[in-house]
């Protein structure tokens, strides 16, 4: 469902993804959509009270770790769990797949959902998906996996 603000907050009956991590308070945030000022705005305005996760969707992982990692921080720092659903294609470089999700443990992601839906299937082998997984577990990050 929509809110009057035009940003989507989803419930756990109502989630659209349906991912292993939706809780009864999500809120969905689209880096492709969005600039960095719109979703720093949007941070400050979710309520922890009635919204206990942040989630990154819709976003080159890798290109835009430096701005998730300061957006991930603002989202700790306000009291929210932290989560991204990545194509996983950033594991197509093992040293970048590392450093990656090393700082997004040092930022506090709480965790990372690898969406491998038939769509990304034909765009990348599988072993970037093994390389994202395997560093986040390195990492203490819980993967979970998305593909519906």
């Not at 659209?16 to 809120?27: A, E, G, V």
């Not at 470089?93 to 997004?104: C, H, K, L, V």
């Amino acid at each position: 469902m929509k809110n009057q603000s035009n940003e989507h907050h989803y419930d756990k009956n109502q989630c659209r993804l349906r991912c292993s991590s939706y809780c009864n308070r999500c809120r969905l945030i689209d880096l492709q959509t969005k600039s960095s000022d719109s979703i720093e705005k949007t941070l400050k305005k979710v309520d922890p009270a009635t919204t206990k996760w942040i989630t990154f969707i819709n976003g080159d992982t890798y290109q835009l770790r430096h701005e998730l990692v300061h957006h991930i921080k603002h989202a700790k720092m306000r009291g929210f769990f932290t989560h991204i659903i990545t194509d996983a294609l950033f594991g197509i470089f093992p040293g970048r797949a590392s450093s990656t999700i090393s700082s997004f443990r040092n930022s506090g992601l709480d965790k990372i959902t690898i969406s491998w839906r038939p769509y990304h299937k034909g765009m990348f082998p599988f072993d970037c998906v093994t390389t994202i997984f395997d560093e986040s577990k390195k990492a203490g990050i819980p993967v979970t996996f998305f593909d519906a």
